[in-house]
């Protein structure tokens, strides 16, 4: 596979970041990103538009420049894909947006951020994620600048580290450290619940979580296509654990089932019906897109 730096395609094994060049984001975490798939099937990125639309939107949000035009990247990311035309699997692209240099204080960027286009090969979540559904813990906390998309994951590492770890989970969700029990999203998926009257509630977007793409997608499909009510309302830990069916949402695993959170099992411990169903219409519809 090939990536992108400093203006050259290079194979991803022989990528190598030039750190003076980019202090703000190598030693300030000063970087945003966006993690879009290329499914092998389709060869192109799968809502390739709205991953690069909310990658300037994250730029504008914490006032960093962006190293290119939209066209100008569009055109790099064109040229990477070109390059990695005769893959035959899916490409995960984490396209970023690095800091760049520093001037002398150490906390003003120089000039524009630095772009990385990093392919990869997707991770390769455990199949028992999809049969039996996923185990998760809460933790308190709430990501600074919530709508922006960046590569600091300090806490939800920590939380794999300590809870995760402990509790022989398989991730974290979030839940806002003011009230302790208000779900948020997860270390880097959104959460959604079925209620008994099998109306979807997900967190909505009041600036304190991450407007996935994925979470847009379902909510689209959910009430196009399903005929499903969704609503965008806070729900706490106890309701979660009381509800129907819980799953998760991200780019890298479309929908994930969840059938346990902090030891509790969620209704029968089995995947939930309309999880699966929801699951199978994102990929259909994912089949389908031709669009960009
Ligand atoms: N929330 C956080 C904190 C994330 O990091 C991510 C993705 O990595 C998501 C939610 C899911 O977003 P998307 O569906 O756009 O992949």
């Known amino acids: 596979l090939f990536s992108w730096y400093q203006n050259e395609l290079i194979p991803t094994k022989e990528l190598k970041i030039n750190f003076t060049d980019d202090i703000t984001g190598q030693l300030r975490g000063f970087r945003i990103f966006t993690a879009c798939v290329r499914f092998g099937s389709n060869k192109k990125i799968f809502k390739r538009k709205k991953h690069i639309k909310r990658l300037y939107k994250s730029a504008k949000l914490i006032k960093m420049k962006s190293p290119?035009?939209?066209?100008?990247?569009?055109?790099?990311?064109?040229?990477?894909?070109?390059?990695?035309?005769?893959?035959?699997?899916?490409?995960?692209?984490?396209?970023?947006?690095?800091?760049?240099?520093?001037?002398?204080d150490g906390f003003t960027p120089l000039g524009l951020s630095t772009l990385i286009i990093l392919s990869v090969k997707p991770f390769d979540f455990p199949d028992k994620f999809f049969k039996e559904?996923?185990?998760?813990?809460?933790?308190?906390?709430?990501r600074p600048f919530a709508n922006v998309k960046y590569t600091f994951y300090l806490p939800a590492i920590f939380a794999h580290l300590t809870i995760?770890?402990?509790?022989?989970?398989?991730?974290?969700i979030f839940?806002?450290?003011?009230?302790?029990?208000?779900?948020?999203?997860?270390s880097s998926f959104n959460v959604f619940m079925i209620n008994s009257n099998d109306q979807?509630?997900?967190?909505?977007l009041n600036g304190k979580i991450l407007k996935g793409i994925t979470r847009s997608i379902v909510i689209k499909i959910c009430e196009k296509f399903k005929d499903l009510?969704?609503?965008?309302?806070?729900?706490t830990k106890n309701e979660l654990i009381n509800s129907k069916e819980v799953f998760i949402t991200s780019t890298t695993r479309d929908i994930m089932p969840?059938?346990?959170?902090?030891?509790?099992?969620?209704?029968?411990?089995?995947?939930?019906?309309?999880?699966?169903?929801?699951?199978?219409a994102l990929i259909e519809f994912r089949r389908n897109s031709n669009s960009n």
């Open 229 to 235: 009510e969704v609503l965008e309302q806070s729900f």
């Open 175 to 186: 839940v806002d450290p003011n009230d302790n029990e208000t779900i948020l999203e997860g």
């Open 164 to 172: 995760v770890k402990d509790q022989e989970a398989d991730g974290i």
């Open 68 to 104: 290119y035009s939209k066209t100008d990247l569009n055109k790099i990311i064109d040229s990477v894909i070109e390059k990695n035309k005769d893959y035959d699997g899916d490409i995960q692209f984490d396209i970023i947006f690095s800091g760049g240099k520093t001037s002398s």
């Open 258 to 280: 969840v059938t346990n959170v902090d030891g509790f099992i969620i209704n029968d411990g089995k995947p939930g019906k309309l999880t699966i169903e929801l699951r199978e």
């Open 133 to 142: 559904g996923m185990k998760l813990v809460t933790f308190a906390f709430q």
């Open 200 to 204: 979807i509630l997900t967190y909505p």
